[in-house]
């Protein structure tokens, strides 16, 4: 339960910070680059054939689309949110089940977790780099 409140606190804050970049800039800007690359890590982690991956697509695209939606509509009742997300998971894998079957669609959500932590520790390291460089006085 608390890996799973660490997700969705982690989820959201992620996204919400590429919504303003990716209602700006479109679907070849900074969001749409981070939808993109989740795309393809979640195709790459779940091992999909090539029919699967092009099935998988336009789904996985409308689910980011909501999530999205539903952190913006929420984003001021947590408890609220966090229920709209696990009702959009649980809707979006009866969708994927027949692409890729039951154990796959499970597994969307793990990938997708590894795949936010990995751009959260992405996105610390850049910060602290820039601090560290920004610090006068500072050898390497």
């Given amino acids: 339960m608390k890996t799973m409140k660490r997700f969705l606190y982690i989820t959201c804050f992620l996204i919400s910070l ?3 970049a990716a209602a700006q800039e479109g679907p070849g800007g900074p969001g749409g680059r981070v939808r993109e ?6 195709q790459n982690r779940l091992s999909l054939s090539r ?3 092009d099935r998988f697509a336009p789904v996985f695209l409308n689910y980011f689309n909501e999530l999205r939606s539903i952190n913006q509509q929420f984003r001021g009742d947590r408890l609220v949110l966090q229920q709209k997300i696990v009702d959009l998971r649980l809707r979006y894998r009866e969708q994927f089940k027949p692409i890729m079957g039951e154990k796959r ?8 977790h590894d795949f936010v932590d990995e751009v959260k520790r992405i996105r610390e ?3 602290q780099n820039r601090f560290d460089g920004d610090r006068p ?3 390497f």
């Fill in 18 to 20: 590429g919504l303003p």
């Fill in 37 to 42: 690359r989740m795309r393809e890590y979640l």
């Fill in 51 to 53: 029919s699967e991956a």
């Fill in 105 to 112: 669609s499970n597994d969307v959500f793990i990938y997708e």
């Fill in 125 to 127: 390291e850049r910060l």
């Fill in 137 to 139: 006085g500072k050898r």
